[in-house]
């Protein structure tokens, strides 16, 4: 079950995405978009006051009542805000911080002198676009305006674009204590191929050279959501780090039978773990979730390999010290062969190793990307 922080913080994922682009939106993403707002806001029992009551953070919506953006001669939309983060708009003293109850009943949208507040555009956008009612006839006729009208449908698309920037700011302090994702300062790679899927083979990687070495780490964490393709070789590549040109730190590989395999030279400290699959870890073209972590000890480390709900973790003994990464290279090894096919959605490095922290981003993951498993 997915509880209600991550599911705040998925939400609060999908609206920051209008604030610092434009995004082409038709009916249906305005649609889907009023849904997370309605729950966000105007639910019997709204999501952020569930989570606020153990967070309590201060929520103030920025709204500007001075802009007016024209759509046509009859409709205008109201109350914009500009931005370059979602933490804070620009010339933040003309732009007016309102309570929830206060910023729901703000003018957002203007259609021939009559005014829509942000509370009537949530609902009629989710009544029209997002499925509450399938009627649209009465739909219709309880606004008394013709939703199919062109420019009075991108009038409320355009409020309700507007809607969910202004919401992703006000809540972007509540998301962020809700956040499975790691502080910015312990997370030293983040590939996310949102919104679509990047398809690697062995003609198809992905390099990334530390040219600063700034990174000195003894701990560190891999997570990804991927979906497998068929393989041709015995061991397939993943992922590989170099601690320096010919210095091969861990590799994670596959099996042809299906078996994650982690093979670590760190400090010259040689280890190979594997994750057996028992037939059921690697379903071709299913997404999986992987996560790795390596976590210093008194005496060595503690190496956590994981699949789904199939999870190993083995102590080893030795003296690993810190590694500083030199070169990362995804569906390859070092010498860029013997690449994993892979569909890849998201892939973090992660400069520590907390059980928790895995935990958390595991539901997250299970909640965005529709695992199933």
Same mark, same amino acid.
């Given at each position: ?30 649609? !889907? ?15 952020? %006051?569930?989570? @606020?009551?153990?967070?309590?953070? $201060?929520?103030?919506?920025?709204? /500007?009542?001075?802009? $007016?953006?024209?759509?046509?001669? +009859? ?5 914009? #805000?500009?931005?370059?983060? #979602? ?18 009943? /703000? ?8 005014? %829509? ?10 009544? +029209?676009?997002?499925?509450? %009612? ?5 739909? /219709? ?27 992703? =700011? ?42 600063? !070495? ?16 068929? !393989? ?14 010919? /210095? ?16 670590? @030279? ?5 280890? +190979?773990?594997?994750?057996?699959? %028992?037939? $059921? ?12 972590? =390596? ?20 102590? #080893? ?9 030199? +070169? ?22 992660? &400069? ?17 990307? &529709?695992?199933?498993?």
């Amino acid at each position: 079950m997915i509880n209600a922080e991550i599911a705040l913080f998925a939400d609060w994922s999908e609206l920051k995405k209008y604030v610092t682009s434009v995004r082409s939106t038709d009916a249906i993403d305005a649609g !889907q978009l009023s849904l997370r707002l309605r729950r966000l806001l105007l639910d019997s029992s709204p999501l952020i %006051h569930i989570v @606020n009551r153990t967070k309590k953070r $201060k929520l103030h919506f920025p709204y /500007q009542p001075r802009i $007016k953006e024209n759509i046509s001669d +009859r409709v205008s939309v109201l109350g914009n #805000v500009e931005t370059n983060d #979602v933490a804070k708009p620009i010339n933040a003293n003309s732009v007016t911080g309102h309570s929830l109850k206060s910023f729901l009943q /703000q003018d957002i949208l203007e259609i021939d002198g009559c005014k %829509h507040t942000v509370r009537t555009v949530i609902k009629e956008v989710a009544n +029209r676009f997002g499925g509450v %009612h399938f009627d649209f006839s009465s739909a /219709q006729l309880e606004g008394g305006l013709d939703p199919a009208a062109p420019d009075v449908a991108q009038g409320y698309i355009g409020a309700i674009c507007t809607i969910a920037k202004l919401v992703s =700011i006000g809540i972007h302090d509540l998301a962020n204590a809700c956040s499975p994702l790691p502080p910015y300062d312990d997370c030293f790679g983040h590939f996310s191929s949102d919104p679509g899927v990047i398809d690697f083979d062995s003609n198809h990687l992905l390099e990334v050279i530390y040219e600063d !070495q700034k990174y000195t780490i003894d701990a560190l964490t891999v997570l990804a959501v991927l979906e497998m393709k068929p !393989q041709q070789v015995d061991e397939s590549v993943l992922f590989t780090m170099q601690s320096g040109p010919d /210095q091969e730190a861990f590799k994670i590989s596959f099996s042809y039978d299906g078996e994650l395999i982690l093979d670590l @030279n760190w400090t010259d400290n040689q280890n +190979r773990m594997i994750l057996h699959d %028992h037939g $059921k870890v690697r379903p071709i073209g299913k997404k999986i979730f992987l996560a790795i972590s =390596i976590e210093p000890t008194d005496d060595g480390i503690t190496i956590s390999m994981q699949i789904n709900a199939n999870r190993k973790e083995q102590s #080893v003994i030795g003296n690993f010290g810190k590694m500083i990464p030199y +070169r990362s290279i995804l569906a390859a090894d070092s010498e860029n062969k013997n690449g994993c096919g892979v569909r890849l959605f998201e892939l973090m490095l992660i &400069s520590t190793a907390d059980r928790q922290q895995i935990q958390g981003y595991q539901q997250y993951a299970y909640y965005r990307y &529709s695992l199933d498993y």
